[in-house]
């Protein structure tokens, strides 16, 4: 399945390659990266654990679950830029989280991980299935 994607989109290879450039020294690492976008897999970490168990996380968990059933019907492929920033804004206006706690709750639920590359950026190369996947 990703190596069919990744061959058929010249875009998201340049996409990916912007992103990982500065993080990437050996071409070994390159499949641990391309992993990381792909994989549905949660970390049990202690800081992992400790954001999803929030309440905060729990509201942003919901909110995405709506928001990516309307994409999907849609026929979105991915998480564009501007509508995670929507979303983003929308739970911070609507919801009243702000902060670490928005944006640790997003980036938790989106990607499976408390910390990577540019939360927004990451979205456009993450194909909608497997986000599906991640938040259940």
């Given at each position: ?9 010249l875009?998201?290879?340049e ?10 020294t ?10 990381s976008?792909?994989?549905?897999e949660k970390?049990?970490?202690a ?10 996380t ?22 564009l ?22 944006f640790?709750?997003?980036?938790a ?6 910390h ?11 194909p909608?299935?497997?986000v ?5």
């Amino acid at each position: 399945f990703a190596v069919a994607w990744l061959l058929r989109n010249l875009y998201w290879k340049e996409k990916f390659a912007e992103l990982f450039r500065d993080k990437i020294t050996f071409f070994s690492e390159l499949p641990a990266k391309v992993d990381s976008i792909f994989s549905t897999e949660k970390p049990d970490d202690a800081e992992f654990l400790e954001i999803q168990a929030k309440e905060s996380t729990r509201v942003i968990r919901e909110f995405i679950k709506e928001k990516l059933l309307v994409l999907q019907q849609e026929g979105a492929n991915n998480i564009l830029e501007k509508v995670l920033e929507g979303w983003m804004n929308e739970v911070k206006e609507s919801k009243g989280i702000k902060g670490k706690d928005l944006f640790m709750g997003f980036r938790a639920e989106l990607t499976g991980a408390v910390h990577g590359p540019d939360l927004k950026k990451i979205m456009e190369l993450t194909p909608l299935e497997v986000v599906i996947k991640r938040v259940g």
